[in-house]
């Protein structure tokens, strides 16, 4: 019997029932890639974090899966990950497809700094996904990392989007992301991932990877607070530093328990 290490972690959230769960579960080694991905499956959260320890200049090596799928990128399980794992001011995480990234203690004792890479979106049309979406499209913008922006005129209209899942899922994995200024915050979005297997991401620190770079040179200035209007919510902060983004949250353990199952 395999006996795993499991805590499922609130990102970007400071208090419990908020913001974006994620399992987040340390091995020694890493298990095939069918056991993580059912491991991931049966935890049923937007993403199970599996971490092994590292050498050189990282602190662990890190990967993230849905339930139906391992991503290029996931925020708020990184997030998560370097909530569990931190020891000491900061946390190193080497990653298959998006390089080293690094949670640091806030040095304002609010919660954690996380550095991902900045991927500033190009303008592209994006008609279908806009369709899906059944909304009023100021710009449409995309990531080659599969992340297509919709902007809108404003806060109220990315609340009022209904998506057709079924056509968002048929653009396959594009996490979609519709988004404006802010009423309260200098941005608001929406993240709907429904050919990953999530309708709708609550708290999403990958999409901010690409609209702190848009909203940043939009605005013209390099630090922003954030808002993802999901019916869970999530704030955040972001800053533009050069060739990464550092988004600031805060994290809430809310389970831990022990996974069991037979090998073989």
């Known amino acids: 019997m395999t006996e795993l290490r499991l805590v499922q972690v609130d990102a970007f959230a400071d208090r419990p029932f908020t913001g974006n ?19 991931a499956m049966e935890n049923n959260l937007s993403e199970t974090a599996f971490t092994i320890p590292a050498t050189g200049d ?11 799928t391992e991503v290029v990128l996931c925020g708020h399980a990184t997030l998560a990950s370097g909530h569990v794992l931190i020891g000491g001011e900061r946390v190193r995480f080497r990653t298959r497809r998006a390089g080293l990234l690094e949670v640091s203690r806030d040095p304002a004792g609010q919660g954690y700094e996380m550095s991902l890479p900045a991927w500033k979106p190009e303008p592209r049309p994006l008609p279908e996904i806009v369709a899906a979406l059944g909304c009023r499209a100021v710009e449409t913008l995309w990531h080659p990392h599969r992340y297509g922006v919709v902007v809108v005129e404003s806060e109220e209209e990315v609340l009022a989007v209904r998506p057709d899942f079924r056509g968002l899922a048929e653009e ?30 609550p708290v999403t620190g990958s999409a901010h990877a690409v609209i702190v770079p848009y909203w940043a040179e939009r605005l013209g ?7 993802q209007a999901s019916r869970r919510g999530g704030r ?3 800053r533009l530093a050069g060739d990464r983004v550092i988004l600031g949250g805060r994290c809430v353990t809310v389970m831990e328990g022990v996974l069991r199952f037979e090998v073989g």
């Open 21 to 39: 769960p994620a399992a987040v579960m340390p091995l020694d080694d890493w298990l095939p890639d069918e056991t993580l991905q059912a491991i």
């Open 58 to 68: 990282a602190d662990y090596e890190l990967r993230w899966f849905t339930p139906t």
């Open 172 to 201: 396959g994995d594009v996490l979609t992301i519709v988004t404006a200024r802010g009423r309260d915050a200098d941005m608001v979005s929406r993240v709907f991932a429904t050919g990953a297997g999530i309708d709708e991401d």
């Open 221 to 227: 200035r390099d630090g922003l607070t954030a808002f």
């Open 236 to 238: 955040l902060t972001g």
